[in-house]
T-cell receptor
Framework: GENVEQHPSTLSVQEGDSAVIKCTYSDSASNYFPWYKQELGKGPQLIIDIRSNVGEKKDQRIAVTLNKTAKHFSLHITETQPEDSAVYFC???????????FGRGTQLTVWP | DTEVTQTPKHLVMGMTNKKSLKCEQHMGHRAMYWYKQKAKKPPELMFVYSYEKLSINESVPSRFSPECPNSSLLNLHLHALQPEDSALYLCASSQVETAYEQYFGPGTRLTVT
């Protein structure tokens, strides 16, 4: 089955700096890559996603890039704010419908 | 509106109890999911329902029994659980099983004593 690896496991940045989280996947049939933000005591929130026919997608301070050849995708957060502090999960969807494969998560802490 | 609601928020149950978790969505989605999440781990898929029929069962023990009474509701019936079943139980939905976006509810924090 699909294997998704996510790095780093923890990331601390100063407010205003950028943060980058990277994921790799193994299944070349994977075609959809969402990112979820999970705050303490809450469910995961879909914040951005990208499909395999696109290389980059932006939504205000958040962007995701995808390199299908290298099988990796990244989340970029610019001008970080303390409210960006949360656990971020990358995921991929391969050939099994409805099944998302998650990375192990990154705890992002933004210091004021 | 991408809201999935779950009740109760917290549940404490003994190993001999029977309880149920409830999930509801009014987005017209026809695929619904149960996930289990342990602390500091990613969500693990348990069950997928598509058009009210069970589509995926990830070899979940029979002490967890899902039910989809209609397209808006998803239940998870719990019986004879073990302390290691304590976790956050998340419900999610998507337009259909082939749709990409899955939207999660806030979860039920379950403690088995």
């Amino acid at each position: 089955g699909e294997n998704v690896e996510q790095h780093p496991s923890t990331l601390s940045v100063q407010e205003g700096d950028s943060a980058v989280i990277k994921c790799t996947y193994s299944d070349s049939a994977s075609n959809y890559f969402p990112w979820y933000k999970q705050e303490l005591g809450k469910g995961p929130q879909l914040i951005i996603d990208i499909r395999s026919n696109v290389g980059e997608k932006k939504d205000q301070r958040i962007a995701v890039t995808l390199n299908k050849t290298a099988k990796h995708f990244s989340l970029h957060i610019t001008e970080t704010q303390p409210e960006d502090s949360a656990v971020y999960f990358c995921a991929s969807r391969g050939s099994t419908l409805g099944r998302l494969y998650f990375g192990r998560g990154t705890q992002l802490t933004v210091w004021p | 509106d991408t809201e999935v609601t779950q009740t109760p928020k917290h549940l404490v149950m003994g190993m001999t109890n029977k309880k149920s978790l409830k999930c509801e969505q009014h987005m017209g989605h026809r695929a619904m999911y149960w996930y289990k999440q342990k602390a500091k781990k990613p969500p693990e898929l348990m069950f997928v329902y598509s058009y009210e029929k069970l589509s995926i069962n990830e070899s979940v023990p029979s002490r967890f029994s899902p039910e989809c009474p209609n397209s808006s509701l998803l239940n998870l019936h719990l019986h004879a659980l073990q302390p290691e079943d304590s976790a956050l139980y998340l419900c999610a939905s998507s337009q259909v099983e082939t749709a990409y976006e899955q939207y999660f509810g806030p979860g039920t924090r379950l403690t088995v004593t």
